[in-house]
Nanobody, 122 residues
């Protein structure tokens, strides 16, 4: 059983930056692909970024490509989402998730963090 704890959210002005962290425990971290998803009020949860277990492969939603960077430190069982040039439309609850593959499909993810709120003001 893998436990995930998200942190790092907050309130930031448009154009600003935040770094989200997700600490994992209870599993063999390097064997899991990790993803970040987000859900805005009244909208469905959407894929943001994913990274393979080794960290060599990453994939981004078009809406965040060039602004967000996903990375991981396997020695610390932690995955990060660096978010730059934030826009009001990035406002959402952000969730990290773990899967046995690296994928954009939320259904493939077995474990989820509790979520962290990101609010971008205009």
């Amino acid at each position: 059983q893998v436990q995930l704890v998200d942190s790092g959210g907050g309130l930031v002005q448009a154009g600003g930056s935040l770094r989200l962290c997700c600490a994992a425990s209870g599993g063999f971290f390097i064997t899991y692909g990790m993803g970040w998803f987000r859900q805005a009020p009244g909208k469905e949860r959407e894929f943001v970024a994913s990274i393979s277990g080794s960290g060599r492969s990453t994939y981004y939603a078009d809406s965040v490509k060039g602004r967000f960077t996903i990375s991981r430190e396997n020695a610390k069982n932690t995955v990060y989402l660096q978010m730059n040039s934030l826009k009001p439309e990035d406002t959402a609850v952000y969730y990290c998730a773990a899967a046995h593959i690296s994928t954009a499909q939320s259904m493939a993810y077995d474990y989820w963090g509790q979520g962290t709120q990101v609010t971008v003001s205009s």
